[in-house]
């Protein structure tokens, strides 16, 4: 395989993108902590604006423009495309020569754990890395829940500076040749970073923010941008009052809804993923392309199709 050190000499090449874009502060941490190690040369491809929840989601039918953005420390491209189309880019050639040794996604503003893994844009761009044979890692942040307290870089940059010995020992274990092909990392750092009780390996749960419709008035009313959940996270829950007038009135247009967490995930088993992040624990859980059946569902559908089969005959 063709990697960075082709062409940049010794340092592993690190790639870098996210999914809540290239101006996000957790993925200006990650920079930032990958570069003052000076042990990496970091790439950026990254959309040029929020595109949380995308998931594997890719352009396929339109086109996406970059553009050389300045992030210092770093060869960076803002993409006009979703989370997979910024890996995909970055790992193609067509715009840098080489291909990385490792990419990174991430640092994500909310964990992604259990079924909200399907969701993730952030997983879905270290999964397109995965999907190409390049190593890849997913990081998340749990500071959603983080009720009145204000986010700040410097939880950022803990954040990244716990990512760290995870990345160097991935590329020390890929530069020997002997990390595993199958699957890549999903890493979630508790909101208490500081206090962090250590590195925990976990398995997916099955666990996820059930969602609710909200019904707005305007589009500027669902707008929630990166930008004012980092001001403050506050508890959930719909405040406005809505008269019948007003939702009459919209009827002659449309009727305008927006997506809110509803309801906060129960705790799964002790080994799972957001088990371990809710006891503390920063959660590094190997994840694969694929979403196989647990082997009892497996079971029940071989007594069942020979009976539809013969059914239908």
């Known amino acids: 395989m063709e990697n960075g050190n082709n ?35 970091v790439l950026v491809f990254a959309p040029d604006s929020e595109r949380s929840a995308a998931s594997h989601c890719v352009s396929w039918q339109r086109s996406v423009t970059v ?48 079924y909200d893994i399907v969701y993730s844009g952030t997983v879905g761009g270290a999964r397109e890395a995965f999907f190409h044979g390049i190593p890849s890692v997913a990081v998340s942040y749990d500071c959603h829940n983080m009720v009145g307290r204000k986010l700040n870089v410097d939880d950022f940059t803990l954040c990244a500076e716990a990512s760290i010995p995870i990345i160097t020992a991935m590329l020390a274990e890929i530069a020997n040749k002997t990390y595993p092909q199958n699957c890549f990392l999903n890493i979630n750092v508790p909101r208490e970073v500081a206090n962090n009780k250590g590195y925990r390996l976990t ?44 939702i009459l009135s919209t009827k002659e247009e449309h009727l305008l809804f927006k997506l809110d967490t509803a309801e906060t995930p129960t705790v799964d088993d002790e080994d799972t993923d957001y088990s371990s992040l809710q006891a503390g624990y920063i959660s590094v859980t190997p994840l694969s392309a694929l979403s196989p059946a647990e082997t009892d569902s497996i079971a029940f559908f071989k007594k069942w199709l020979p009976g539809v089969c013969a059914c239908s005959l």
Not at 208 to 217: A, E, H, L, R, S
């Open 7 to 41: 062409v940049s000499g010794d340092k592993p090449m690190v790639m870098v993108t996210n999914d809540d874009g290239i101006d996000a502060p957790g993925l200006r941490a990650l920079v930032r902590a990958l570069v003052s190690t000076n042990l990496f040369h």
């Open 203 to 246: 398995k997916q749960g099955k666990c996820f923010y059930k969602m609710g419709w909200t019904q707005v008035i305007s589009e500027a009313q669902a707008v929630t941008t990166s930008q004012t959940k980092l001001m403050e996270i506050n508890p959930s829950g719909n405040t406005e009052v809505y008269t019948e007038e007003m």
């Open 67 to 114: 553009k050389k953005v300045d992030v210092p420390g770093a060869t960076a491209f803002a993409v006009s495309g979703t989370p997979a189309d910024s890996t995909s880019l970055g790992i193609s050639k067509k715009i840098f020569p080489s291909l990385p040794d490792l990419v990174v996604s991430g640092i994500n503003l909310g964990c992604n754990c259990g």
